[in-house]
């Protein structure tokens, strides 16, 4: 049982440049969730989708696009990297609400922006 | 939007003690959980726990919903408890997003 996996797990870039961060998950969830983790802070939302097709923004969407072409995949996008964009990202996914279920979260990438 | 509260920011323990961590937030919610951050920033899934009290081993959970609080206890402390513990709420109207406290930085001795 895989869960969430996000790739890569490590990632430098130079500021300008572009990149995509991946998460796939096999647990047929609905929903899918990217967030970004700062020292010493908790994590705030950047974009989420609750279905095939769909994307939303969260708190911090500015700076990332996203897209969920397949049910299994959410993709994160940095189109122009800058270095407040230096960040732990996270990818979540869950069955969605209404039931009330659980949130579960990949290992993390550690993205590093000079 | 809603705020979540942690308390204590830092707790640093003994090994063998019991501890209490505290999570206010400011409004009604559908979903909370309790997080456990490893030294390797892996976020680890404590509880799912929206309402009532629940156990898992040395660690157990509550949520009073009415009052807008969770409590995490965790007794008997390993070193292996060291890390960050987060709350994270789901606000009634936030369509399923999360919100995170600041967590609650632990240390144990051996």
């Known amino acids: 049982n895989a869960g969430v996996t996000q790739t890569p797990k490590f990632r430098v870039l130079k500021t300008g440049q572009s990149m995509t961060l991946l998460c796939a998950q096999d647990m047929n969830h609905e929903y899918m969730y990217w967030y970004r983790q700062d020292p010493g802070m908790g994590l705030r939302l950047i974009h989420y989708?609750?279905?095939?097709?769909?994307?939303a923004k969260g708190e911090v969407p500015d700076g990332y696009n996203v897209s969920r072409l397949k049910k299994q995949n959410f993709l994160l996008g940095l189109e122009s990297a800058a270095p407040s964009q230096t960040s732990v990202y996270f990818c979540a996914s869950s069955y969605g609400t209404g039931d009330r279920q659980p949130q579960h979260f990949g290992d993390g990438t550690r993205l590093s922006i000079l | 939007g809603i705020q979540v509260e942690q308390s204590p920011p830092d707790l640093i323990l003994q090994e063998g003690a019991n501890s209490t961590l505290r999570c206010n937030f400011s409004d009604s919610v559908n979903n909370l959980q309790w997080f456990h951050q490893n030294p390797w920033g892996q976020l680890i899934n404590l509880f799912y726990i929206p309402s009532g009290t629940k156990q898992n081993g040395r660690l157990s959970a509550t949520t009073v919903a009415t009052e807008r609080y969770s409590l995490l206890y965790i007794s008997s402390s390993q070193t292996t408890d060291s890390g960050v513990y987060f709350c994270?709420?789901?606000?009634?109207?936030?369509?399923?997003?999360?919100?995170f406290g600041e967590g609650t930085q632990l240390t144990v001795n051996p």
């Open positions: 994270a709420v789901e606000p009634w109207d936030s369509g399923s997003r999360l919100t």
């Open positions: 989708s609750v279905g095939e097709g769909t994307t």
